[in-house]
């Protein structure tokens, strides 16, 4: 059986080292605090009540002597009354406890219990410190919690990166970029967010409510199990009553916008009721969906309010019924008053905390479904990979061959049974009226997809047989949009490789007509691009691109022109650095400026995912009807000038 994403994210053996270990621990201390609070508390009240009093006859004289360890306590002494004892009433009363003596020994050990002034701040300084060490610890579990749930959002990204660049090489479309980017934002960030909220309920409020359970077993464990049952059915009670008025209010909810769509479609039809003389009946319409629609609102409010006072009427009786069994065990002298309040605050403390566990469930929801279609996406095959045997491909010198390519992108062919042949050392350009085809043709060369039939040869040896690193070291290819990363202008050019210097660097960059333009940055070649550095413009960034490839010398460079408007120095000085790039190799464009195709030595123009027509510019012009209407389409005055 599979796991789940929030077992995969959240093994339960996770929980018992670390950071698990940790919220563990904190959540745990946080409890005992809180007990400690309580406690505090309750012999604060009970101090209140016996004024430090402590009425002694007969033995009890000579055990309380040696129990309390009290001075000037003579064996002859019949009835006595000592006041100003401090802890010592309670310390006696429950003296045949194990928490009695627990006590018993903190009254012996410190001074300060032994009077009443003294207990008081005795009292005071513990309960404050506990509740310092509640408030600590509970910040402590939520911190572990945090740091765990951003543990595993950071190694989802980074999951999700190496998807990316794994499986990112096919996406023609931008559909799966756009995927990535959603899943690597917010479902990471509702994994993280579930993940931490289901730690922190887990190890701070199931601690909590069961010390709180145990500190009332441990005051009477009767009363505790007369209380816990009605307790339970309560809970549910008022759970399952919110559940059932959350689901009326939301079928009301949805009847209400019904009725509200119904009214605003009359708003559309004033044509229609006025050209016909219907604005009698148009008005008995209008305002019978008004009353259906008000109805719906106010059902939809009563079903809620019903909900909600049912649940305060469960609430009332199970205090009214706790009160009555509390009340009689302190009347009849079974239960101290400090005692009762000790046991009462023990299960309104726990209260707040019995919503964990529908918030646990809600939580392990979110992070599944968040977590499900990013692991749908992290387990994604890539559509490339390398041979087994593949071997070292030279740099083209001949002709490129595609031999009845056909290549599916979604449900369509792009490319059908595609046989072209593009000789080396030349600039061709590849033209369609649909825009999906050269991309898909440009893809193709360096592996970033995959042909579903046919083969793409180099000089007669079969690409896929060659290796990628061999084969992307001989063909680039240059993207119009999105060519730079968040860095430094050098290493956008040389890509953080150490082989390449900053002299070549520039040397590449005055081959495409950048190094001016980098210089006049306030740190030249060290100046930050991208999202939080120097913002560029398209042409600046597409040369920086230009830079990048030929810096590599490439023997196949894919040019994709960016598709955003340039101004006219920009198109000039593209123009003089494609002549420059083109010298001594093969260049094929994906042109969007007609000054490009016409320079171009050859332009194949593509058809229904086949070649259509092959040639120059005025030899397409006179012969091919589709090349003049691609041509207009493209660049006519209307649309865009070339």
Not at 16 to 21: K, T
Not at 111 to 137: E, H, Q, S, Y
Not at 155 to 165: A, D, F, G, I, Y
Request: proline share 4%; charged share 25%; glycine share 8%.
């Amino acid at each position: 059986m599979s796991l789940t994403p929030f077992e995969q994210l959240l093994p339960t053996r996770a929980l018992g080292r670390g950071r698990g270990l940790a919220a563990w621990f904190w959540g745990i201390v946080g409890a005992v605090a809180l007990c400690g609070v309580l406690v505090s508390i309750a012999l604060m009240l009970d101090l209140w009540i016996h004024r430090g009093e402590l009425p002694l006859r007969g033995d009890d004289v000579a055990r309380a002597r040696e129990f309390l360890v009290v001075p000037g306590l003579d064996d002859g002494i019949e009835f006595v009354t000592l006041t100003d004892q401090g802890l010592a009433p309670t310390v006696w009363r429950n003296r045949d406890t194990w928490w009695g003596r627990t006590l018993a020994w903190i009254y012996r050990t410190f001074p300060a219990p032994r009077t009443n002034r003294g207990a008081v701040a005795f009292l005071l300084i513990v309960g404050m410190g506990c509740a310092l060490v509640r408030i600590a610890a509970r910040a402590r579990v939520r911190r572990a919690a945090e740091e765990y749930a951003l543990q595993s959002a950071s190694s989802l990204r980074s999951h999700l990166h190496r998807q990316t660049l794994r499986i990112g090489l096919g996406d023609l479309e931008g559909d799966r970029a756009t995927r990535a980017q959603q899943l690597f934002v917010d479902e990471v960030n509702a994994v993280r967010d579930g993940l931490s909220d289901w730690i922190t309920g887990l190890c701070r409020d199931i601690p909590t409510i069961l010390a709180l359970f145990l500190l009332a077993v441990l005051v009477d464990w009767r009363l505790s199990l007369i209380c816990l049952l009605p307790l339970l059915g309560v809970w549910w009670f008022v759970d399952f009553e919110q559940k059932q008025g959350e689901a009326r209010r939301q079928q009301a909810q949805l009847n209400a916008e019904s009725a509200v769509r119904l009214l605003s479609a009359g708003l559309c039809q004033s044509r229609l009721v006025r050209g016909y003389a219907m604005e009698a009946f148009e008005q008995d319409r209008f305002h019978k969906n008004l009353n259906q629609f008000q109805s719906e609102v106010s059902a939809g409010r009563r079903r809620q309010s019903w909900s909600r006072r049912l649940a305060r009427v469960a609430i009332a009786a199970l205090a009214a019924m706790m009160l009555y069994f509390v009340g009689a065990a302190v009347l009849a002298h079974r239960l101290a008053p400090a005692d009762a309040f000790l046991l009462l605050s023990s299960f309104l403390a726990a209260t707040p905390s019995a919503s964990v566990f529908g918030m646990l469930a809600a939580s392990r929801k979110a992070v599944d479904k968040a977590g499900i279609p990013i692991y749908a996406f992290i387990n994604e095959i890539p559509e490339v990979g390398q041979a087994v045997g593949a071997k070292f491909l030279e740099p083209l010198s001949r002709t490129i061959i595609f031999e009845s390519v056909t290549a599916r992108r979604g449900d369509r062919d792009v490319l059908k049974q595609l046989d072209l042949r593009i000789p080396a050392g030349k600039t061709t350009a590849i033209v369609s009226l649909d825009p999906l085809a050269p991309r898909t043709l440009g893809h193709l060369l360096p592996r970033f997809i995959e042909p579903q039939s046919g083969r793409v040869l180099y000089d007669s040896e079969d690409i896929a047989w060659g290796t990628l690193e061999s084969l992307r070291a001989e063909t680039l290819y240059v993207s119009g949009e999105d060519n730079c990363f968040s860095g430094t202008v050098l290493e956008n050019i040389t890509g953080g490789e150490g082989r390449y210097s900053v002299s070549d660097a520039a040397d590449a960059a005055k081959l495409v007509h950048a190094h001016s333009f980098i210089l006049r940055f306030p740190m030249g070649y060290e100046t930050l691009i991208g999202e939080r550095g120097e913002r560029l413009e398209p042409g600046q960034a597409f040369r920086i691109a230009l830079a990048r490839a030929i810096l590599r010398k490439p023997a196949v460079l894919v040019v994709e022109e960016p598709d955003s408007p340039l101004d006219d120095d920009t198109k000039a000085i593209l123009d003089d650095t494609y002549q420059r790039i083109s010298q001594n190799r093969t260049v094929i464009f994906l042109p969007h400026r007609l000054s490009t195709v016409r320079r171009c030595d050859l332009i194949v123009l593509l058809a229904e995912g086949k070649v259509a027509a092959i040639g120059s510019h005025a030899e397409l012009l006179k012969s091919s009807e589709v090349y003049r209407h691609w041509e207009y389409v493209s660049f006519n005055a209307f649309r865009k000038k070339g």
